[in-house]
């Protein structure tokens, strides 16, 4: 539970006077300052004062029980990740049910005869993964490293393990493309092992299983080999109590509001709770399943779609359930401020290292950009394009990103960093808002086509600089 008051003072090095004025500031009553502070508002105020908060939930006392293991698939560009992605979630709990209408939801739940089950993140690639961490969502249990057997190990195979090391999240190696005549498994784990990673057959621990994404081969030992490795990992979780659950994906619906796909890692979340998401908050109005059918509750392992946000959340975001309405938006106001602070320290961060004269030759150019975009892919994938601009000359600098079309705050805070917009596969701006930009001078690039948004940007960076590109 909470920290007293005393406590916080002491971590954060603030009078305990500072801390019962926040206290007070955020609507509570102070009682003693060595009464444990419920833990919203602990929250609260440690965010106020610029500490870095993170809930840890207590499993003393409650129901523990196995939970299923959730996986993220990687791998080098082609090796077949999306299709081996396709060619499990047609062994999906929900495509085997009647009917088998698969909605997307950014996760599906693979079933085993043994009652056991498996979930899968549907985005495949690192991009994905490094966001979710690098909002401190340690969401996945175990990697699946793709590699073809007929081309082995290439740069973003070693990019991926790289990843899986650092996160400290187990890699089973699936080898692909095995019904290739060129294909060579032993070859593959021959460099596998030369990088690095210790190999079951050669006396290690990790897991490698042959298979083929397009035959359909293979793809029961590489479910056998994950729940082998789950067992060894011993992954459990309180199903009882408060969830404590993350965004994987979240996008718009024109109809429903924002629709946020949510993991469970502990407790249940059921339909009604008031919620914090991130900076977001909302009452949770449904809950739907893989197959897209109402449920009343999310237990651990569980995808589900939830509807009823105020905002948009994004992938990695935590959820957390709180008691009312006015505390879900205490808290989530809160994290808005504290958010809005870092990012601000973060640009200054960002421009003076590039400011930060190169050793020689000219200057290096910045261009800051923001990106909105329809999904989260398709920033991921804009965002990805633009950083393949950089070179000696030019930084392109994605100060921000979000869903959604451009709105007066990108504007704002367009102005405040000096960056252009970038709104891909989103509907112009309204009027007010394009006359804004207008006004403050800041360029709204709206495009569909990545290679045109890519061009128009080099054509401003001509202008900018003359004779640099
Ligand atoms: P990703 O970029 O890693 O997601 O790779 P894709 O799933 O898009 O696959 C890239 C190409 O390899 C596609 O043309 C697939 O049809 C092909 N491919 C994927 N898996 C297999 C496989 O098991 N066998 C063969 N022969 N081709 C495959």
């Known amino acids: 539970e909470g920290m007293t008051i005393v406590e916080l003072a002491k971590h954060a090095g603030e009078p305990i006077t500072t801390l019962q004025d926040i206290v007070v500031n955020v609507g509570e009553k102070v009682t003693s300052e060595f009464d444990p502070l419920s833990i919203d508002v602990a929250e609260l105020v440690a965010m106020e004062i610029g500490l870095n908060v993170r809930r840890i939930h207590s499993n003393e ?51 085993m005869s043994s009652g056991a089950s498996i979930t899968f993140l549907d985005t495949p690639g690192h991009a994905a993964f490094s966001a979710m961490r690098a909002r401190g969502a340690a969401v996945t249990d175990i990697v699946v490293l793709v590699v073809a057997a007929d081309d082995g190990v290439m740069p973003q195979t070693l990019e991926a393990m790289s990843h899986a090391k650092e996160a400290n999240v187990p890699i089973v190696v699936a080898i692909n493309k095995c019904d290739k005549p060129a294909a060579d498994p032993e070859r593959v784990k021959t460099q596998l092992g030369a990088e690095g990673l210790e190999l079951e057959d050669l006396g290690g621990n990790v897991q490698v299983v042959e298979v083929s994404a397009v035959k359909k081969t293979g793809l029961d030992d590489l479910e056998t080999a994950l729940l082998i490795q789950a067992e060894m990992m011993d992954l459990k979780a309180r199903i009882d109590g408060p969830a404590q ?19 469970v890692k502990a407790g249940t979340l059921v339909c009604g709770q008031h919620v914090v998401v ?11 399943d893989g197959m897209g059918k109402l449920t ?37 106001s809160g994290r808005k401020r504290k958010f809005d602070k870092d990012r601000l320290i973060k640009i200054n961060e960002e421009r003076i290292e590039t400011l930060e004269p190169s050793e020689e030759g000219p200057k290096r150019i910045e261009m800051p950009v923001i990106v909105k975009a329809d999904v989260q892919g398709t920033v991921q994938a804009v965002t990805d394009a633009l950083k393949t601009m950089n070179s000696p000359q030019l930084f392109v600098n994605v100060v921000h990103v979000g869903v959604g079309s451009v709105s007066q705050s990108d504007v704002d805070l367009a102005l405040a960093c000096g960056a252009c917009i970038i709104g891909f596969n989103v509907k112009c701006p309204p009027s007010s808002v394009s006359t804004a930009a207008t006004h403050a001078g800041i360029k709204i690039l709206i495009h569909r086509v990545i290679y045109h948004l890519l061009e128009d940007i080099g054509n401003m960076i001509v202008d900018k600089a003359p004779g640099t590109c």
Do not use: C, N
């Open 278 to 288: 991130g900076s977001q908050w909302g009452r949770i109005r449904a809950i739907r």
């Open 296 to 332: 009343e509750q999310a237990r651990p392992a569980m995808p589900v779609e939830i509807e009823g946000l105020k905002g948009l959340p994004m992938a990695g975001d935590d959820i957390v359930v709180v008691d009312s309405e006015e505390r879900a938006r205490m808290l989530s």
């Open 61 to 111: 006392g409650t129901d523990i029980v196995p939970r299923a293991p959730v996986i993220t698939v990687m791998g080098h560009v082609d090796h077949g990740k999306t299709s081996l992605l396709d060619a499990l979630r047609q062994t999906s709990v929900a495509a085997k049910e009647a009917g088998g209408i698969t909605q997307h939801l950014g996760a599906f739940v693979v079933g």
């Open 245 to 263: 659950a993350y965004v994987v994906e979240a996008r718009l619906d024109k109809g429903r509001g924002p629709l946020a796909t949510a993991i």
